[in-house]
């Protein structure tokens, strides 16, 4: 058993309190039968037998706009984790797009820095785009670091800004203050404003704010948090909790090349520029990194690009263009669970083995 996800907190500030909501519960998709998307609704059974044994919480397919399969609880709303990257992408394409931000500005120019030991001039070189891409040659310690991050951190100073890619919690923290600093908006008001609205998300935009580690709290029953770990580094994390029927209209929102009922929310230019590999990160399996989403680059065995980003190697977004399909796979982080990275590959071969064609 796995133990329940904690945070530790000392004090809590409510930033806001609205509980309006934007939409109903569920898919604004047709449900339709798996076959008419060549899927084998015998398989799917099977599918959803292996996750109730395995312990998950939810699993959505959809297929060119139709919802195919939904088991579980996807109206549940639980901590995305790292897919909290992948939505932060979104408002990045937008503000970079409308000129509010250039990537070519370094921290430098943006005045950013870090508690002792503060950043040096070299890291300060660092663009956005850099951190965009995960290669800022920043090596400072960031707020929500697992220690799988810990362990592969190069030391301070080893590499030159956009020299190697590293998963890097700090660049990822930073992005979220300067989208905050260059809007001056919250990137929470940011997000119900162009991404839960237009999508009609089950989305309340409630979120607060927990700071300085002390004392054991659960996951808060909120739509979004900000982390402070003020020992290792003046910037937050930014933690979602969406339901997955969210995270599925969210990637079919990227499945449309960022259009919606006929409204342009992501510049399709954008989705393309940051769902390209800017980084080889496992070149057995063809696994790159492009800004802020995991690529699947075409290779010998793999004729199309797809995208993807995994919270805690369990929870799953996946794009797949050239199938016309979106993947959202739910654990329950926030409570003891049982459901494994070995079993989140099995229920990944689970999903493309029941595709009859």
Known sequence: M????????????????????????????????PAEK????????????????????????????????????????????????????????????????????????????????SLTPEEKKATIADLLKSRSGVYHHAAAVAEGMLRG???????????????????????GHILEKLTGKSLFDLFDQHIAKPLNMDYGNKYITVTDVSEKWEI??????????????????????????????YGQLYLNNGSWNGQQIIPAQWIERSTKPHSVTNEQYGIGYGMLWNVLFPTENRSSKSFFHTGVGIHMLGIYPTAG?????????????????????????????????
């Open 2 to 33: 796995t133990p329940k996800f904690y945070f530790n907190l000392l004090f809590i500030s409510i930033f806001i309190t609205s509980t309006n909501v934007h939409g109903q519960s569920g898919l604004p998709f047709e449900k339709i039968q």
């Open 38 to 117: 060549n899927f084998s609704a015998s398989k799917l059974d099977s599918l959803g037998q292996f996750l109730e044994q395995a312990g998950s919480s939810a699993l959505v397919i959809l297929a060119d706009g139709n919802q195919v399969y939904s088991w579980g609880e996807p109206d549940q709303k639980l901590l995305v984790h790292s897919i909290r990257k992948a939505l932060l992408n979104s408002l990045y394409g937008i503000y970079v797009s409308n000129g509010t931000i250039d990537t070519t500005m370094t921290l430098a120019e943006l005045g950013i820095d870090d508690t002792e030991p």
């Open 153 to 175: 951190m190069p030391e301070r100073g080893s590499h030159a800004p956009n020299e190697v890619y590293y998963y890097n919690n700090w660049d990822f923290n930073t992005l």
């Open 220 to 249: 808060p029953d909120v739509d979004g948090f900000y982390q402070y770990e003020s020992d290792k580094s003046k910037y937050p994390a930014y933690h979602f909790r969406l339901t997955g029927n969210d995270l599925a209209k």
């Open 325 to 357: 399909m979106v993947l959202v796979h739910r654990v329950n982080t926030e409570e003891d669970h049982h459901f494994n990275k070995g079993e989140f590959y099995q229920m990944i071969s689970k999903v493309w083995a029941s595709k009859t064609e």
